[in-house]
């Protein structure tokens, strides 16, 4: 190897070398964007539907996670029974139900 080729070997890798901090920080924005645009929304969504949950009584209209609409006729522990079109009767979990409808349902 001469004198000129191990220069130029010596150069190629000093340039490869790079701040030791910058894939730190690379990786801690990555995280953060992550977080703010992944994982928080979930939560704050999650919670939203656990206090619908808590706060549901007799008489309002929801949707269930399957898309069937109806009126919430009694509350029990785990189970809401609702009545659905026609004057029929279903028990359901209550982490089955998602949102509140009152605005989507139609009229009778």
């Not at 701040?19 to 994982?39: A, C, K, T």
């Not at 209209?61 to 009545?83: C, L, R, Y």
């Amino acid at each position: 190897m001469t004198h000129s080729n191990f220069v130029l070997l010596m150069q190629a890798q000093g340039q490869q070398q790079e701040n030791p901090y910058s894939m730190l920080i690379f990786m801690g924005i990555l995280i953060f964007v992550f977080y703010f645009f992944m994982i928080r929304p979930q939560m704050k969504k999650r919670k939203e539907i656990q206090k619908f949950r808590s706060e549901m009584k007799q008489g309002d209209k929801i949707m269930t996670i399957g898309g069937i609409h109806g009126k919430v006729n009694a509350i029990k522990d785990d189970a809401v029974i609702i009545e659905v079109e026609g004057g029929n009767l279903l028990k359901i979990d209550k982490n089955a139900i998602i949102k509140d409808s009152t605005g989507m349902m139609m009229q009778k």
